[in-house]
């Protein structure tokens, strides 16, 4: 399900090396390059989504795992009993840069208001 | 499911009123009152979960059918092809006050990083 120019799912491949924090048969997470907070994850699908205009109803079981998965993480990683923030951007100008949907995990600092 | 003191089972239950954006058998989307862009919608679940921490692997589903309904109603109400961005808050220091899990979806302007 691979995109051949798509860098997360040269991560995925392993053509691209990411400091992978879980992975499971459906998703990969790992730390973002350029951290926002102390504690920051993406956590994408192994499947190749662009982004969440693109995703159907029959994603949904997926996307839900995406999101069980990052409180998972978020615990793992000993952020989860102060509190996390998820985010996703979708289109350009919400920020999103890699058009394979990704969930941020952000923690480990308290977080403002509005989100951006 | 609704727990009697949640303000969000409130708005459920049609005890509590809002601007209604969207309904469906599993959830209900409505304007924030305390807007942080031009379009700031909440979507929550009919059935009450406190937090994503609270979330198990059962609530998958209904998670991505959040997601997706976000998807749509961003579509809907016209901020999906600039783009729009998704936020769980987690937890307090996350900026989580109502707990019965939301996601924002924020819209119709540019959204700086980081997202808080």
Chains 1, 2 share one sequence.
């Not at 799912?9 to 997470?29: E, F, H, R, T």
């Not at 999103?96 to 969930?103: E, K, R, Y």
Request: glycine share 8%.
């Amino acid at each position: 399900m691979s995109t051949s120019n798509c860098l997360f799912c040269k991560i995925v491949d392993g053509q691209i090396p990411a400091k992978i924090a879980y992975q499971d048969d459906k998703c990969l997470a790992f730390h973002d390059i350029n951290p926002q907070a102390p504690t920051h994850i993406l956590v994408i699908p192994l499947e190749h989504i662009a982004s969440l205009k693109e995703a159907t109803s029959l994603n949904n079981e997926l996307l839900g795992h995406l999101l069980t998965s990052a409180a998972k993480i978020a615990n793992d990683l000993g952020i989860a009993e102060e509190g996390f923030r998820t985010v996703i951007n979708t289109g350009a100008l919400a920020g999103q840069t890699v058009f394979h949907i990704h969930i941020h995990i952000l923690g480990g600092r308290g977080l403002a208001w509005p989100p951006g």
